[in-house]
């Protein structure tokens, strides 16, 4: 799915910007899962639920109320939802990350993996783009 150039320069800055990666209908399903969280969280004030390996699921931000929603951050979304698992494992976003380094798609395959997500707008509005950082 890369070229050399890509994974070179995945290497060499630590991220790398690939267009075109979700479809549309990915996005609105991922968004659907998400926006559904959202509306649960309404009922938490803190970090809440639970993983398979005992962290936080869902952490909501310091202003966040049930008025004003801020889910900040989903722990290991592919246990909870088979879009987000279906992504993980067999989309263009799973080929990605394989063409970089085995290890890293892995690491975002694997329970282990989080969902930060800043959305604005709708589905349609948002580019079908992914952006993988190096953490080190």
């Known amino acids: 799915m890369l070229e050399q150039w890509q994974i070179d320069k995945y290497n060499e800055d630590g991220f790398l910007v690939v267009e075109n990666v979700l479809s549309t209908e990915d996005i609105s399903a991922l968004l659907e ?32 109320s049930v008025d004003h929603p801020s889910l900040r951050r989903v722990a ?44 604005y707008g709708d589905a349609s509005e948002m580019a079908p783009r992914l952006s993988i950082y190096a953490t080190q």
């Open 33 to 64: 899962d998400f926006n559904g969280w959202v509306e649960e969280s309404r009922k938490h004030t803190q970090a809440y639920g639970e993983t398979i390996d005992g962290r936080a699921r869902f952490d909501v931000d310091h202003d966040h």
């Open 76 to 119: 290991s979304p592919a246990e909870i939802s088979d879009t987000y698992k279906r992504i993980a494992l067999e989309s263009k976003v799973a080929s990605v990350l394989r063409s970089i380094d085995w290890r890293l798609w892995r690491s975002f395959s694997s329970w282990q993996n989080q969902l930060q997500i800043a959305s």
